[in-house]
């Protein structure tokens, strides 16, 4: 039998993990989006302006977009204090070698699609050869933990510690569809499960956020828009 100490960076994980499930009341909420035109988006961005944007850039777009309508997801609890934050600075669960790491993109309220993908490909490159400076490691605002690559499609994400929301990326099963009009289609369906801290969020806004994040989603690429994803705001 191999013994494995809970020591050093695990150690510090699973430390981190059972504080987050000990401090917070976690509730978990899963839904599908149709991520056919997120599809193809990424795809026109790659032909027409020859740029590699990831599915799980267009993700943080769309949750930029949508917390600025629910702000009271955007933020931490502190010594009995709900702390709510214009800046969205959101961290990135990653795996690295031998745990997980959570880097920071800070503020992209401000940021191009562009710019959210380069940054994020630097932090998760610099995760990995662990030369990410300290500060990148903490002042998240909220979380993405992203299990798309695999054949999860939902799962209960934990809080990373004292912030109010965690947003999981399931991923992407083609299956069918009924639209409204009663007509069966073939669509990209992608699974989302969102945590949230029930000492600061309810149900109902929570179930609001990802409703309208799921929408978000949608929206992309509808009648080609590329603009859309390339605004600064």
Wanted: aromatic content about 4%; charged content about 20%; overall charge negative.
């Amino acid at each position: 039998m191999q013994k494995i100490p809970l020591k050093g960076l695990r150690g510090m994980i699973a430390s981190n993990m059972m504080q987050s499930l000990q401090q917070a009341a976690q509730l978990t909420f899963v839904t599908d989006v149709d991520a056919t035109g997120l599809l193809s988006l990424k795809a026109q961005f790659k032909r027409e302006k020859k740029v590699a944007i990831g599915v799980e850039d267009l993700l943080i777009l769309c949750l930029k977009e949508t917390l600025k309508r629910h702000g009271g997801m955007n933020g931490y609890i502190a010594d009995g204090v709900i702390h709510l934050s214009e800046a969205i600075n959101v961290a990135i669960a990653t795996p690295i070698p031998g745990g997980l790491a959570a880097p920071v993109l800070f503020d992209i309220q401000e940021m191009s699609i562009e710019e959210i993908s380069a940054q994020r490909r630097d932090l998760i490159a610099r995760a990995n050869s662990n030369h990410l400076f300290p500060r990148e490691m903490t002042g998240g605002t909220i979380t993405i933990s992203n299990l798309g690559l695999t054949r999860v499609k939902y799962f209960t994400p934990i809080l990373n510690a004292g912030q109010l929301a965690i947003l999981g990326i399931g991923s992407i099963q083609r299956q069918p569809v009924c639209l409204d009009s009663g007509e069966i289609v073939v669509r990209s369906m992608m699974g989302l499960s969102l945590t949230c801290d029930h000492q600061a969020i309810d149900g109902q806004p929570a179930g609001e956020f990802l409703s309208d994040l799921a929408m978000a989603i949608e929206k992309l690429g509808a009648g080609g828009e590329l603009h859309i994803a390339s605004d600064n705001t």
